[in-house]
T-cell receptor
Framework: KQEVTQIPAALSVPEGENLVLNCSFTDSAIYNLQWFRQDPGKGLTSLLLIQSSQREQTSGRLNASLDKSSGRSTLYIAASQPGDSATYLCAVKRYDSGGGADGLTFGKGTHLIIQP | GAGVSQSPRYKVAKRGQDVALRCDPISGHVSLFWYQQALGQGPEFLTYFQNEAQLDKSGLPSDRFFAERPEGSVSTLKIQRTQQEDSAVYLC???????????FGQGTRLTVV
């Protein structure tokens, strides 16, 4: 059974710092990997999607990398801002029994606070 | 619509009561997913539809949980004889195709008392 672990569970840093969030997964047979942001009381917002054949994706100040063979992904946030404060969730899309894509398996998230 | 819409946003049910949670996906999205998120945890997969076909229901925790999408658009998650451990946020997501980026609704917070 696929398991996704995120480290650290919580992180508090001053505004302006660059930071790295870590995600690891136990089964390397993944369809893709996604990073989401969740604000309190709200749904999830998709930030980046990396296909299993890709190594990284970038969007603005965010960069996500994927090392499928070692079961690891990192989310790099440059020049952090107070508005980046949220919970960041890593999720891997698994294969179903027929070899197609299926649902997502999520980690528990990293709760990030950016201090003004 | 502009996004995935879920209703109600909040539901309080007495133990033993049946509840129905509704999800309106983004128009044209073929794939629809339900997830359950307990407090302080990541979402857990419940079930997945491709159009009206329920292709995977392996995550449904018991036979008290039932989901349907009869016309391949709106979906309903039904929980019979609710129990306290069913208290959670239920999230619905849709995507153009199962392999593509998923868009989530704001969720329904269910509290069983």
């Amino acid at each position: 059974k696929q398991e996704v672990t995120q480290i650290p569970a919580a992180l508090s840093v001053p505004e302006g710092e660059n930071l790295v969030l870590n995600c690891s997964f136990t089964d390397s047979a993944i369809y893709n990997l996604q990073w989401f942001r969740q604000d309190p009381g709200k749904g999830l917002t998709s930030l980046l999607l990396i296909q299993s054949s890709q190594r990284e994706q970038t969007s603005g100040r965010l960069n996500a990398s994927l090392d499928k063979s070692s079961g690891r992904s990192t989310l790099y946030i440059a020049a952090s801002q107070p508005g980046d404060s949220a919970t960041y969730l890593c999720a891997v899309k698994r294969y179903d029994s027929g070899g197609g894509a299926d649902g997502l398996t999520f980690g528990k998230g990293t709760h990030l606070i950016i201090q003004p | 619509g502009a996004g995935v819409s879920q209703s109600p946003r909040y539901k309080v049910a007495k133990r033993g009561q049946d509840v129905a949670l509704r999800c309106d996906p983004i128009s044209g999205h073929v794939s629809l997913f339900w997830y359950q998120q307990a407090l302080g945890q990541g979402p857990e997969f419940l079930t997945y539809f491709q159009n009206e076909a329920q292709l995977d229901k392996s995550g449904l925790p018991s036979d008290r949980f039932f989901a349907e999408r009869p016309e391949g658009s709106v979906s309903t998650l039904k929980i019979q004889r609710t129990q306290q451990e069913d208290s959670a946020v239920y999230l619905c997501a849709s995507s153009l195709d199962v392999s593509m980026r998923a868009f989530f609704g704001q969720g329904t917070r269910l509290t069983v008392v």
